[in-house]
């Protein structure tokens, strides 16, 4: 059965990562290397090893089965026969896709640590899936991803094809682990883990065939019923809600099967259970119904400074992806990226690569808002402008940054939302999460006369409202809400007006809001870039021979050009990470001496976010100049194209393509 060359990449990478782990190419060398040996000894130098003798060195060495039992594929097997697979232990969000499964009981438990035990047997009831067609041979179908996240554990399914009642069988297990200090290698008991009020979080995601994700639900799951469970587990169907307009919408049902390892001594009665529920839920309750009480009060306040503060973007509460009302700054929290981000710039790089698209409504109107969830945000791969900014604001926070995040509108009058950060002396810097860009803020003095030269500021940005963090919140009381004449001088009590931090703080401090916000880790980038490049190259070669052939014209590569186009990918994101560029004159100076004289050399570089060969083939074909490459006429025409995929955490990349051509003109 073929395989599209998305789905050949990938099975490539794996095998790849999977050979370099077992330290195949040492010990293959070194088998050859004693057969060559072994050969010239018996042959008294004049022997020569064939295939044959490498291959039988290899199986006699055991090299070759070991081989075939660590890349041993899945069984296909009847939807109804379901074998349990082995749960995640990793800390790692690492799709495996071709690790057999493993049954439950096998599972390596530390018994010195407990967990929770996350089995999901199935799906049902996924009625838009009811008539999903089936693909046709060689092409891969829509799937599901099931995403889990508790307490800073991340975890991801293997994807299955969309269906009415989609074969999900995949286990993850859970530390159960306390957040104070010293308390993490105590085996929790019944009350202890009772007290654990974090709920798990389960993010289901929709891919298609050209790779586009859809967030279909985001569900908290109330785990610590089973804490009460007379045979240490429970088996429970968990219904699954859409997200934005149809959070009231069932999408489907999961049936789950919880359990506590090693089993607790001591069962905890239902109603204990239900008590400390119902207590978490009222004092959450309270506590959102003080804050909304003094936020209405906090906005009249506002209101009676100015008439015209009525119409200025104050964004105090946001929708979440559950159509929630949530305040704006519990969707933020410092974020450290550990070794997976170096500075705020590549952090603010990484943001960018993200797919920015708008949420997405049903008929005409206003667009819907709707603030994702960090971890959902991160699952899908994509969100609005809100989504990036609070992302890129958690990442400088995190870098020990004065962040906040800045809701007004652009030099269109449309809502938007961007990154301020001020430095020791007050300076004001702003970051746009959507292209990593950053412009310096100087205010225009609108008092001064028109001789007097003012700066002109390069930001698109029109007006701001408010700004906030995971700890303030300041609404713009400036007799003008213009970005050029602000000042972000935020204890100036006369220019901003600022919420309670103890007030703030009730709602969005650690651990107040249970069922709020998770915010995850990031997780490292699995894909390896040079595999990735040389796969997307060898397939633009491809793509090309095939275009020219169509125009009637013969394609002759250089190698060697291609090599040279190098150093100018790398320079190109190096400029977008940190605003830079070296290297330019090497680079020039290396075509010269690559072009004869006599000839001419056109260059073409582009970037993509993503990795399919034929949808960027196309939209380098839109550009008139990459065309006249491509489409080269003329004597001795030599092609070359490079391709440099530059990786970043949650599966992010830029991939930067050049098309360059040299050829002596025809007059």
Not at 133 to 146: A, C, M, S
Not at 309 to 315: A, F, G, I, Q, W
Not at 495 to 518: D, F, N, Y
Not at 636 to 641: G, N
């Amino acid at each position: 059965m073929a395989l599209p060359p998305e789905k050949i990449s990938e099975l490539r990478q794996i095998i790849h990562n999977k050979l370099t782990q077992m330290d195949v190419h040492s010990r293959i060398r070194d088998a050859v290397s004693e057969t060559m040996e072994e050969s010239r000894t018996s042959d008294r130098g004049g022997g020569v090893v064939g295939e044959e003798q490498v291959l039988e060195s290899l199986r006699r060495r055991g090299i070759i089965d070991e081989i075939l039992s660590e890349m041993s594929f899945e069984e296909e097997r009847s939807p109804d026969i379901r074998r349990p697979t082995k749960p995640a232990t990793h800390f790692v969000d690492k799709e495996d896709r071709i690790k057999t499964s493993t049954p439950a009981k096998k599972a390596a438990i530390d018994p010195t640590r407990r967990h929770l035990y996350l089995q999901v047997k199935g799906g049902k009831a996924f009625l838009e899936h009811l008539q999903e067609p089936e693909p046709l041979p060689g092409q891969v179908g829509p799937t599901f991803t099931l995403h889990v996240l508790f307490r800073g554990q991340r975890f991801r399914s293997k994807p299955v094809p969309c269906a009415c009642d989609p074969d999900i069988q995949e286990g993850f297990l859970l530390e159960l682990h306390s957040k104070g200090s010293g308390e993490a290698a105590q085996m929790a008991d019944s009350t202890s883990l009772l007290s654990l009020c974090d709920p798990v979080h389960m993010v289901l995601i929709k891919t298609d065939v050209a790779g586009d994700t859809a967030l279909l639900t985001s569900h908290y799951l109330e785990w610590r019923h089973v804490l009460g469970a007379q045979d240490g587990y429970i088996n429970t169907a968990v219904e699954l809600m859409g997200v934005g307009t149809e959070s009231k919408v069932p999408v489907g049902v999961l049936d789950v099967r919880l359990e506590v390892l090693p089993h607790p001594v001591q069962i905890l009665v239902s109603d204990v259970i239900t008590t400390q529920l119902n207590l978490e839920q009222s004092r959450r309750a309270e506590r959102e119904r003080l804050f909304l009480v003094y936020a209405k009060q906090w906005w009249r306040e506002f209101l009676q400074i100015r008439d015209t503060h009525s119409s200025r973007l104050v964004k105090i509460f946001a929708q979440d992806e559950n159509a929630t009302n949530r305040p704006v700054c519990s969707f933020v929290r410092p974020l450290q990226a550990g070794r997976l981000l170096d500075t705020p710039r590549q952090a603010a790089r990484f943001v960018s690569l993200l797919t920015y698209e708008k949420a997405s409504t049903v008929g005409g109107g206003p667009r819907a808002e709707q603030w994702c969830t960090m971890h959902a945000f991160l699952c899908r791969n994509k969100g609005d402008c809100e989504d990036h900014s609070v992302l890129l604001c958690s990442l400088l926070l995190g870098f020990g940054l004065d962040a906040y995040v800045c809701v007004g509108t652009k030099t269109n009058n449309t809502a938007h939302a961007w990154v301020l950060t001020r430095g020791m002396d007050g300076e004001a810097t702003f970051w746009e999460s959507l292209t990593g860009h950053r412009y310096s803020h100087q205010p225009i003095n609108p008092d001064h006369p028109p001789a007097v030269e003012q700066p002109r500021p390069q930001y698109p940005y029109r007006s701001v409202g408010c700004v906030f963090n995971h700890q303030v919140f300041y609404a713009n009381s400036q007799p003008s809400d213009t970005v050029e004449v602000c000042h972000f001088n935020f204890s100036d009590e006369s220019r901003w007006k600022a919420m309670s931090e103890e007030a703030i703080k009730s709602v969005c401090g650690e651990g107040t809001l249970p069922l709020g916000p998770v915010f995850p880790p990031l997780c490292a980038s699995l894909l390896d870039p040079g595999l990735l490049s040389a796969d997307l190259e060898l397939e633009l070669r491809v793509l090309v021979t095939e275009h020219r052939k169509d125009l009637g014209l013969t394609t002759v590569w250089d190698n060697e050009l291609s090599y040279l186009l190098t150093p100018a990918l790398a320079a190109y994101e190096q400029e977008r990470t940190t605003g830079h560029i070296s290297g330019n004159e090497e680079f020039q100076q290396a075509i010269r001496r690559a072009v004869p004289d006599g000839h001419t050399f056109k260059g073409f570089p582009i970037q993509f976010l993503h990795r399919n060969a034929r949808r960027a083939f196309a939209g380098c074909l839109r550009s008139p100049v990459c065309e006249e490459i491509v489409s080269c006429r003329g004597d001795h025409v030599r092609l070359a194209v490079r391709v440099r995929v530059f990786t970043y955490p949650e599966q992010a990349c830029a991939v930067w393509i050049m098309f360059a051509c040299k050829y002596r003109s025809i007059l």
